[in-house]
């Protein structure tokens, strides 16, 4: 662990159990002091619905970048490849269901990742990797190290089973227009050939005053409208794969699971706007998930 003596660190214990802790998803994403994105999005939706998490911290950051200062770092790239190292040793890859990757901060990271993922999902066939491909947005442009995106395509796409790009990435991602439906969906399908099973498309341009959010698998094409509501908070994207892998690891249709996805997180940009706080309330997501699962109607188009 670096230069420094931990020794102190290591002790017995006088009794525990031999069974190892279950686990269903290892998160490796950003982490935050104050608010939500990352696994300060995805982690409390999860849990709240029972699942248990190991979160892997990309980044150690007081808040969000929008905000007028900014502390912390991006965990350098040692440090982060050890955590991962860390979790093999426990044996966490072979217990859990799902893997999610989100921001890694910097292009280091996401070599250390994607070198890590190589090493151990040969052994771990029941483990789904869901990869959110963090990039930028149309607001905002791209607002990570451009070598990333070269290990989303290249390293990371051909190992995923999900990809849940916004409309931004995946045009990033193909070199091709997605902002609009059609486009969205000729995209998806080219991100197929690389790959992954599914590809949730989500923020894709609807009629004016709407966001359409599409599900492109192998033989099936989804589509989902609902309301674009006047916020504009980080995490959104975070929380709709959490709320997405919770419900496939407790056993609902993939088209069942996206419906509460996309219910929970606008009912949690309904709280947020209905609280008047400058943060994501995520807490709102899993009880509407749960209690709204088809508050819009889902549409198959293929």
């Known amino acids: 662990m670096n230069d420094v003596d931990h020794s102190h660190l290591v002790h017995g214990r006088r009794q525990r ?6 686990v269903d998803v290892i998160s490796v994403q950003s982490q935050l002091v104050y608010g939500h994105a990352g696994n300060s ?32 770092r ?47 999902l040969p052994s771990c066939p029941g483990l789904r990797y869901c990869l959110d491909p963090v990039i930028g ?7 990570v190290e451009p070598g990333l995106e070269r290990i989303f395509a290249e390293r990371l796409l051909p190992h995923a089973w999900l990809v849940t790009p ?6 990033r991602l193909t070199g091709m227009p997605a902002l609009q439906q059609d486009d969205a969906i000729a995209a998806s399908r080219v991100l197929l050939e690389r790959g992954p099973q599914w590809v949730i498309a989500h923020s ?27 916020v504009d908070v980080a995490g959104t994207g975070d929380v709709l794969m959490s709320l997405l892998v919770a419900f496939l690891l407790k056993g609902h249709r993939f088209e069942d699971a996206v419906d509460r996805a996309i219910a929970g997180v606008h009912a949690a940009l309904e709280a947020t706007l209905a609280h008047g706080v400058e943060e994501f309330d995520v807490l709102a997501a899993a009880p509407a998930a ?3 699962p088809h508050r819009f109607r889902a549409e198959r188009l293929a």
């Open 17 to 22: 159990p031999d069974g190892p802790s279950p």
């Open 41 to 72: 999005a995805a982690v409390p939706p999860l849990r709240a619905l029972g699942l248990r998490v190991a979160e892997i911290p990309t980044t150690l950051l007081s808040n969000a970048p929008f905000y007028a200062t900014l502390r912390g």
């Open 74 to 120: 991006v965990l350098p790239a040692d440090w982060f490849a050890e955590l991962l190292q860390g979790a093999s040793e426990r044996g966490l890859p072979q217990r859990a269901g799902a893997l999610v990757s989100g921001y890694f901060g910097s292009v280091a990271n996401g070599a250390a990742f994607a070198d890590w993922l190589d090493t151990v």
């Open 137 to 143: 947005d149309t607001h905002t442009g791209p607002y």
């Open 166 to 171: 916004n409309a931004f990435e995946l045009g």
């Open 204 to 230: 894709v341009s609807g009629v004016p005053g709407e966001l359409v959010t599409l599900a492109i698998g192998r033989e099936e094409v989804w589509r989902w409208a609902s309301p674009h509501l006047p």
């Open 290 to 292: 749960l209690g709204t």
